[in-house]
């Protein structure tokens, strides 16, 4: 059972902090990651893209000179695809994206995301932020004194709105819910600052 430092928010050791197996000492399958990662970002993609074909164009209804006797090559229509103007062939047109994922498959790649974060030395877990009031600078000061460099991703437990309403403004800070957790968002992170009491409702979730 992997065991790490729990600090507070002046960025003191006020403990230590034992994680699960199931989450925290998976196996890092390099595939499945690339699979689940390929697929939620496939899943980001609008699809609105769209084409006009030949019978969308506009114009071309009427028979651009007649059949025979120019010397030149018989046309029906200007919306043909080799007309400047004229209509694509087979070009984009919306659709969905989305790849169906076995939830087994999901759960493999998130576990696999927080033990490499770990085995990396990019995760922490802090007894509690403390905000009394909405203050960017006051959650800065707490994620300088843990060291938190980079891009960090803040694990609550819950919706807190002090806490979000404070990161907003924060450009490289992102608070998500312990119930919410994809594989990007933590493989993204240069840090992920997870609040002790998030671990519990993360072992009930996906453990």
């Given at each position: 059972?992997?065991?790490?430092?729990?600090?507070?928010?002046?960025?003191?050791?006020?403990?230590?902090?034992?994680?699960?197996?199931?989450?925290?000492?998976?196996?890092?399958?390099?595939?499945?990651?690339?699979?689940?990662?390929t697929a939620q970002l496939a899943a980001r993609r609008t699809g609105t893209h769209?084409?006009?074909?030949?019978?969308?164009?506009r114009g071309g209804g009427k028979k651009p000179y007649r059949q025979k006797?120019?010397?030149?090559?018989?046309?029906?229509?200007t919306s043909?695809?080799?007309?400047?103007?004229?209509?694509?062939?087979?070009g984009p047109h919306p659709r969905s994206y989305e790849q169906r994922l076995p939830r087994k498959?999901?759960?493999?790649?998130l576990r696999g995301a927080l033990t490499a974060k770990l085995t990396d030395e990019q995760l922490k877990v802090i007894d509690t932020f403390g905000l009394e009031a909405i203050k960017t600078s006051a959650l800065a000061v707490v994620l300088r004194a843990l060291a938190a460099t980079g891009r960090v991703l803040v694990v609550a437990p819950a919706r807190d709105q002090t806490l979000e309403l404070s990161a907003r403004n924060?450009?490289?800070?992102?608070v998500i819910l312990a119930d919410s957790l994809n594989v990007?968002?933590?493989?993204?992170?240069?840090?992920?600052?997870?609040?002790?009491?998030?671990?519990?409702?993360m072992q009930e979730v996906y453990g």
């Amino acid at each position: 059972m992997p065991n790490i430092p729990l600090y507070d928010r002046t960025g003191q050791t006020v403990g230590d902090v034992d994680l699960s197996d199931e989450l925290f000492a998976a196996p890092v399958n390099a595939a499945v990651l690339h699979q689940v990662v390929t697929a939620q970002l496939a899943a980001r993609r609008t699809g609105t893209h769209d084409t006009k074909t030949r019978g969308e164009v506009r114009g071309g209804g009427k028979k651009p000179y007649r059949q025979k006797g120019t010397g030149r090559a018989r046309q029906g229509s200007t919306s043909a695809p080799h007309y400047r103007g004229g209509g694509a062939v087979f070009g984009p047109h919306p659709r969905s994206y989305e790849q169906r994922l076995p939830r087994k498959m999901k759960r493999l790649a998130l576990r696999g995301a927080l033990t490499a974060k770990l085995t990396d030395e990019q995760l922490k877990v802090i007894d509690t932020f403390g905000l009394e009031a909405i203050k960017t600078s006051a959650l800065a000061v707490v994620l300088r004194a843990l060291a938190a460099t980079g891009r960090v991703l803040v694990v609550a437990p819950a919706r807190d709105q002090t806490l979000e309403l404070s990161a907003r403004n924060l450009p490289r800070v992102d608070v998500i819910l312990a119930d919410s957790l994809n594989v990007v968002d933590l493989l993204n992170a240069d840090l992920v600052l997870i609040e002790q009491p998030a671990l519990a409702r993360m072992q009930e979730v996906y453990g």
